[in-house]
């Protein structure tokens, strides 16, 4: 059901991106600037988590199970390093967590008394998104919302090019990551312990040399928003003021020099290019379940976007749950092959190598962005867990082809060296009776 996300569609300027290799061997290094303050809880194993991190013979590191996992046993629970919905999505969905919101409801304010159900609240900024309620709009809003609010309308441009571009999603993601290092909620060099692209020498994709800019652009406008706001007295921490103005003021200046310092120093570049290539390996397309939604909850068809409108879904990875297949399959019949609800990247579950005979299913079942990884079958203790990249139900030879093509490996699973084995058989089977073969590369027929 999750399938056909890459239609034929990647662009050409990407496709130039190539020799992905997962530099998995490679130590994660870490930055001790000041930046890198908080590290990222998103690699840290939960006491009592049933795996640990370890080396794998062949893909670099892994996660593997520390005991006997029970089949159906709940292995991680993944909060995002950062989401962002999709633009298509954006307004069905919480503009932070990515919870579904009923599009009947209108983006009313419930204040007052405490409601049963928080009613969404209107993001201000894009047109059209929305808050599941007033916890998240809050926690978003420390979290990075805040400093988005800043820059305004100056991201338009970025976000025009992505709708321009058929709804490319990692300029998004990574600016919405771009504030959260800001507002200090992420280190900077976060993202680093992903799995990254290796570009030959030299060669950075121009594309996304003119996103950084753009993104630059729009956070030296929030830049010289937010000392403006210092300079009226007004503020951006939102303190009732009174008394200690001057202590206020050198603290927001020196906020500000820090800001500054990261918007110079940290967001370079050489960031971007760093964190959209880590994107296209690393990012999952969060695909929650359109359950019970009643209304259009399942928002518009997938039609006018149709499945394969993105170049920017080169390496998001599919989950091939069956729980969460079933659960799609149960939703409205809004298409939602190949729509996803947003994107977005996770520490631990990005450590996860991949089969397509997986042990681990990787669903949103919490219905927010927060990835749920619990186990497909009964896994032996010092087994190695392994989720699908992509959706385990096509072909032997389509899947090799994704992930070829997606994420620049070979996969050497057993169920494709057993299928190799199966083809290497029928197609000798074939040449001894004269029949044509069936490969996709022979046959020109449509
Ligand atoms: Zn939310
Ligand atoms: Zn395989």
Redesign the pocket.
């Known amino acids: 059901m999750a399938a056909a996300r890459r239609g034929a569609c990647v662009s050409i300027a990407r496709a130039r991106r190539l020799f992905f290799s997962c530099a998995v061997a490679r130590s994660t290094e870490r930055a001790a600037s000041e930046d890198d303050a908080r590290g990222s809880p998103s690699f840290a194993i939960p006491d009592g988590a049933p795996f640990f991190l370890g080396k794998t013979d062949a893909s670099g590191r892994g996660l593997f199970a520390s005991r006997a996992i029970a089949r159906g046993e709940l292995i991680l629970r993944a909060p995002p390093l950062v989401a962002h919905p999709a633009l298509d999505a954006i307004a069905d969905v919480?503009y932070?967590?990515l919870?579904r919101i009923p599009s009947a409801t209108a983006p009313t304010r419930d204040d007052g008394s405490g409601p049963k159900k928080p009613a969404p609240v209107a993001a201000e900024v894009p047109d059209g998104a929305r808050?599941?309620?007033e916890r998240?709009a809050t926690d978003a809003s420390a979290r990075f919302h805040a400093w988005e609010r800043s820059v305004g309308d100056a991201l338009a441009p970025l976000r025009r090019r992505c709708e321009d571009h058929g709804g490319l999603k990692f300029p998004l993601l990574a600016a919405r990551l771009a504030f959260a290092v800001l507002s200090t909620s992420v280190a900077a060099r976060d993202a680093d312990a992903l799995c990254r692209v290796n570009f030959p020498p030299g060669v950075a994709p121009e594309d996304w040399l003119e996103e950084h800019a753009m993104l630059k652009v729009a956070l030296s406008r929030g830049l010289a928003i937010r000392r403006l706001a210092d300079a009226r007295g007004g503020g951006t921490g939102g303190g009732g003021g009174g008394g200690e103005d001057d202590a206020q003021l050198a603290a927001a200046a020196g906020d500000r020099e820090r800001e500054a310092r990261v918007v110079d120093g940290a967001l370079t570049p050489e960031w971007y290019v760093g964190v959209v290539g880590r994107m296209h390996l690393n990012a999952f397309r969060v695909e929650i379940p359109a359950i019970v939604d009643g209304g259009r909850g399942g928002g518009g068809c997938g039609h006018e976007h149709g499945g394969e409108r993105g170049g920017e879904r080169g390496g998001e990875r599919v989950s091939s749950s069956s729980a969460f297949r079933d659960a799609m399959e149960a939703a409205l019949s809004s298409v939602a092959s190949g729509r996803g609800t947003g994107s977005a990247l996770y520490g631990l579950p990005s450590m996860l190598n991949h089969s397509c005979d997986p042990s681990v299913d990787a669903a949103w079942t919490d219905g927010?962005a927060t990835l749920v990884l619990t186990a497909r079958r009964d896994v032996a203790a010092g087994e190695e867990l392994r989720i699908s990249y992509i959706d385990a139900d096509a072909s032997a030879s389509a899947r090799r082809e994704t992930l070829r093509h997606a994420y620049g490996f070979e996969c050497g699973c057993e169920r494709c060296v057993e299928e190799a084995g199966d083809d290497a058989n029928a197609n000798a089977n074939a040449n001894a009776s004269e029949s044509e073969s069936s490969r996709d590369s022979t046959s020109l027929a449509s």
């Open positions: 919480c932070a967590c919870r808050f599941c309620g998240c927010d």
